[in-house]
């Protein structure tokens, strides 16, 4: 039963007053190379991770960045592919291939995104760091074997549009000057692999080794790199989050997700994947595209069928989207709410996970589609307007629905939650 109601005008009001304390980084991307995973972790007080819906895609992933109008570029490492995706999951469009020179990308920072929008590319099967237009044209190849590029396998762009490329072959980080294509040492590591390289947005120049450690260069110094901490051996990598205050870092030796002081080094452990990720990879999200998340456990009623809450369509700013619940008992009064702040607090047999104390919402009762008393033969769905309002980009929303069902043990089904998080 679709259902649109002038009471979700009252939701656009609260979006849009309520929110800007919530802009934060609340997604992370993760790559796991081996198993041919993506996994996006929702950053917060209580982290937790699910794949993405881009995995299908990521056949033994290489690598991933954001373009500047807030696209996700995805490597295939397997395919010789770079996928630009768009919404949430559907099918992305190839913008790059072997027959545009692609031969192998792959590496912690293996793309990455110039001031006019270019991108660079680590080729690592080739030796070399490619450069094309923001439109997927025109590659220049602005290193390879001839300047000591054998594995490139992360880049990063100085504040002056130069870059630093790491060799994971030669274990040496090379400066190179896009316009000139003027390629030199800046710094060779002896025995130890420098895995990535990011750039803060004061100009300092971070790098991370195989061996855990993390080395700071003041103003991108050739020479000046100082022991920052160590934060465990084997694959890793590091990226910003999007106010550049946190150092962001996973670690395939421990399978640690790392907050990094990037001013005292000091760190800490905020989630731990259920698995060894290998090859990984982590980039803070600029907030490109709106999802939504369902957790929880719902509270079953007749027929023991528990009812399940669900985001149509992609919620970004200036655009349509819906809440649907479905698996009701047909013809059951539904209360769908939205709250700005989660809770866990038993609730009626259930879950209650929305904190109806912070600015919230609980909608006018609507009635289940379906026969009547029929289990699982219901549902309703609200659709609703999301504001032309950057202020409430990267903000987390809550919802969840409950309805009188005999079923249930105290006479009211509850849904899982769903977070939905904002997205341009």
């Known amino acids: ?28 991307y993760v790559l796991d190379h081996n198993a041919s995973k993506v996994y996006a972790v929702l950053v917060s007080a209580d982290p937790f991770y699910q794949e993405s819906n881009q995995s299908p895609w990521a056949d033994h992933p290489g690598g991933l960045a954001f373009t500047l109008d807030g696209e996700m570029l995805l490597a295939n490492y397997a395919t010789d592919v770079v996928y630009l995706f768009d919404a949430d999951g559907g099918p992305p469009e190839t913008v790059l291939s072997a027959a545009d ?11 990455a995104i110039g001031t006019a929008g270019e991108i660079f590319l680590c080729d690592s099967d080739g030796g070399r760091l490619l450069r094309y237009d923001a439109d997927y044209t025109n590659m220049t190849v602005m290193a390879d074997a001839a300047d000591g590029l054998v594995d490139p396998i992360a880049v990063a762009v100085l504040a ?34 420098p895995l990535d390289v990011v750039v803060r947005n004061n100009t300092d120049l971070y790098v ?7 080395f700071r260069y003041p103003n991108a110094v050739a020479g000046s790199g100082a022991l920052l901490g160590n934060y465990g051996f084997g694959e890793g990598s590091i990226s910003f989050s999007h106010d550049f205050a946190t150092l962001y870092h996973v670690n395939a030796g421990d399978g640690n997700f790392r907050y990094i002081d990037p001013d005292t080094g000091a760190d800490q452990v905020v989630f731990s994947f259920p698995f060894t990720p290998t090859a990984v990879d982590c980039v803070g999200s600029r907030y490109a595209h ?3 998340w369902e957790f929880g456990d719902p509270l079953g ?36 709410a939205f709250a700005t702040a989660m809770i866990d607090v038993p609730f009626l047999g259930g879950e209650l ?19 009547p008393g029929a289990a699982g033969d219901g549902e309703v769905s609200l659709g609703f307007p999301i504001p032309d ?6 903000g987390p929303y809550w919802w969840q629905a409950a309805a009188a069902d005999p079923g249930a043990p105290l006479g009211v089904s509850i849904s899982d939650c769903l977070l939905m998080y904002v997205g341009l």
């Open 1 to 28: 039963m679709k259902t649109k109601t002038l009471a979700t005008l009252a939701a656009v009001c609260l979006l849009s007053t309520s929110s800007a304390a919530h802009f934060g980084e609340v997604l992370v």
């Open 160 to 193: 002056n549009g130069d870059l630093l490329v790491s060799d994971r072959a030669v274990n040496t980080i090379f400066h190179v000057e896009p316009i000139t294509g003027v390629t030199t040492v800046f710094e060779s590591f002896g025995a130890a692999t």
């Open 389 to 394: 309002s950057p202020s409430i980009v990267g």
């Open 301 to 336: 009623g007749t027929g023991g069928v528990p009812p399940r809450i669900d985001g149509i369509g992609e919620p970004r700013i200036n655009q349509n989207s819906t809440v649907e619940v479905h698996d009701l008992v047909g013809g059951a009064p539904t209360v769908l």
């Open 353 to 371: 996970h929305l904190d109806l104390s912070a600015p919230s919402i609980v909608f006018p009762a609507m009635v289940a589609s379906g026969a």
């Open 101 to 111: 020179g692609v031969t192998g990308v792959r590496g912690p920072s293996a793309i």
């Open 208 to 214: 991370l080794t195989d061996a855990g450690d993390l």
């Open 290 to 292: 709106g999802t939504y």
